[in-house]
C-alpha cells in the first residue's frame, strides 16, 4: 500500500504562480512514476506531467514552458512548479504514483483555481 500527502494547491490570479507538492509513503519500491493529473467538472482526468525514478519527464503540450515537475527521491516527494498560470489550469490537480505492472495509486486531489 502506498499513501500520497498532496499540498499546494489555492487561489492565484491569471499569470501569478503555485507548487503543489505530494509525498508517498509505505510500500513504494525503488522503480515508479509520480506525476500530476488534473479534472475540470464535466472532463476527464488528464495528464499534465509525470516523472520517473530514473528522472525521466514527460509534459502534456499545455503545459510544456510554464511548469516543471521534479522529485527528490530520498523523500519519495515529487513537486510541480506552475508558472504562468492560466484560467484554463483551474482544476482539481491528483497526485499519482505507478509502480508499473504492480499498483497504481491516487491522492485525494487539490483545487487550484486561476482567475483572470
Known amino acids: 500500500q502506498v499513501h500520497l500527502r498532496e499540498s499546494g494547491g489555492g487561489l492565484v490570479q491569471a499569470g501569478g504562480s503555485l507548487r503543489l507538492s505530494c509525498a508517498a509513503s509505505g510500500s513504494t519500491g525503488s522503480l515508479n512514476v509520480m506525476g500530476w493529473y488534473r479534472q475540470s467538472p464535466g472532463q476527464q482526468r488528464d495528464l499534465v506531467a509525470t516523472?520517473?525514478?530514473?528522472?525521466?519527464?514527460n509534459y502534456a503540450d499545455s503545459v510544456k514552458g510554464r511548469f516543471t515537475i521534479s522529485r527528490d527521491s530520498a523523500k519519495i516527494t515529487v513537486y510541480l512548479q506552475m508558472t504562468n498560470l492560466k484560467p484554463e489550469d483551474t482544476a482539481v490537480y491528483y497526485c499519482?504514483?505507478?509502480?508499473?505492472?504492480?499498483?497504481?495509486?491516487w491522492g485525494q486531489g487539490t483545487q487550484v483555481t486561476v482567475s483572470s
Open positions: 499519482n504514483f505507478k509502480r508499473p505492472l504492480v499498483a497504481n495509486y
Open positions: 516523472i520517473s525514478s530514473g528522472g525521466s519527464t
